[in-house]
Nanobody, 122 residues
Framework: QVQLVESGGGTVQAGGSLRLSCAAS????????MGWFRQAPGKEREFVAA????????YYTDSVKGRFTISRDNAKNTVYLQMNTLKPEDTAVYYC???????????????WGQGTQVTVSS
């Protein structure tokens, strides 16, 4: 079992930055691949970024490439999502997830956090 707790969300103006954190606890959390997803009101949950357990493989959805950076600190069992040059369309609840592989599909992840709200004002 893996427990995930996100933090770092908030309200920021367009062009600003936020860093989300996801603290993991439980068995095998340091060997899990991690992903970030987001869900805006009235929309389906969508993939944002993923990182392999070693940190050697990174994946991003096209709309955040060059603006968002996913990283992890296995000593702290924490995954981060640095978000720069934020846009109003980035507004959503952001969820972190843990699974066996760094995947872009939500169904490939077994554990989910409760989510943290990110609001970008124009």
């Amino acid at each position: 079992q893996v427990q995930l707790v996100e933090s770092g969300g908030g309200t920021v103006q367009a062009g600003g930055s936020l860093r989300l954190s996801c603290a993991a606890s439980g068995r095998a959390c340091s060997s899990a691949a991690m992903g970030w997803f987001r869900q805006a009101p009235g929309k389906e949950r969508e993939f944002v970024a993923a990182i392999s357990w070693s940190g050697g493989r990174l994946y991003y959805t096209d709309s955040v490439k060059g603006r968002f950076t996913i990283s992890r600190d296995n000593a702290k069992n924490t995954v981060y999502l640095q978000m720069n040059t934020l846009k109003p369309e980035d507004t959503a609840v952001y969820y972190c997830a843990a699974g066996g592989i760094a995947a872009t599909i939500a169904g490939d992840y077994h554990y989910w956090g409760q989510g943290t709200q990110v609001t970008v004002s124009s």
